[in-house]
């Protein structure tokens, strides 16, 4: 149990539904922050949201929106997703994004585009 | 951001003490070193942290040098349980909270 749960766990969807990810953290913490991690490549940063304003956008595409409606919860909003989006979703959370906070993961989202 | 390397793999036996070592030739002298550990599919998990000299937690020890541009994260005695990849990170404190993962080092402990 990390505090960070993640929901759902798995999820397969068509290039063409609209569906979101859920991330809820219990930790107190006031960062969260959305990473994509492909198949044997290394953790890709894509946003960072700081007292709910999001403070970093690491060139996503714009058929994955944020939104952080409180410091506890961060959604991922995906549309017309493509073959190539496929990967595990991990949300986490820090203490601040100072870059000596640790950042506490949830167990991810695992995509799979049909 | 530094860029760090590690040894893309690692194998070891149950019982041994496993030693991975970062290189971080262009430390900064604001930045932490960092390193996280990753089960298959499961998020990283911090392991430890630290600045300069040596520190010790219930999971491990973390030895940099004087000259900071490498660590060592030492785990004693693994288990089967340990097989995991392993990741090192540094950064500093105002990078507003970009971690940037490398490939890691993937620990492979045999019975």
């Known amino acids: 149990e990390t505090g960070v749960t993640q929901t759902p766990r798995h999820l397969v969807m068509g290039m063409t539904n609209k569906k979101s990810l859920k991330c809820e953290q219990h930790?107190?913490?006031?960062?969260m922050y959305w990473y994509k991690q492909s198949a044997k490549k290394p953790l890709e940063l894509m946003f960072v949201?700081?007292?709910?304003?999001?403070?970093e956008n690491n060139s996503v595409p714009s058929r994955f929106s944020p939104e952080c409606p409180n410091s506890s919860h961060l959604f991922l909003h995906l549309h017309t997703l493509q073959p190539e989006d496929s990967a595990l979703y991990l949300c986490?959370?820090?203490?601040?994004?100072?870059?000596?906070?640790?950042?506490?993961f949830g167990d991810g989202t695992r995509l799979s585009i049909l | 951001l530094a860029k760090t390397t590690q040894p893309i793999s690692m194998d070891s036996y149950e019982g041994q003490e496993v030693n991975i070592t970062c290189s971080h030739n262009n430390i900064a002298t604001n930045d932490y070193i960092t390193w996280y550990q990753q089960f298959p599919s499961q998020g990283p998990r911090f392991i430890i942290q630290g600045y300069k000299t040596k520190v010790t937690n219930e999971v491990a020890s973390l030895f940099i040098p004087a000259d900071r541009k490498s660590s060592t994260l030492s785990l004693p005695r693994v288990s089967l349980s340990d097989t995991a990849v392993y990741y090192c990170?540094?950064?500093?404190?105002?990078?507003?909270?970009?971690?940037?993962f490398g490939q890691g080092t993937e620990l492979s402990v045999k019975p």
């Open positions: 949201y700081n007292f709910k304003e999001q403070t």
């Open positions: 990170l540094v950064g500093e404190e105002n990078q507003g909270g970009k971690l940037i």
């Open positions: 986490a959370s820090s203490d601040g994004t100072f870059g000596n906070q640790p950042q506490h």
């Open positions: 930790l107190g913490h006031n960062a």
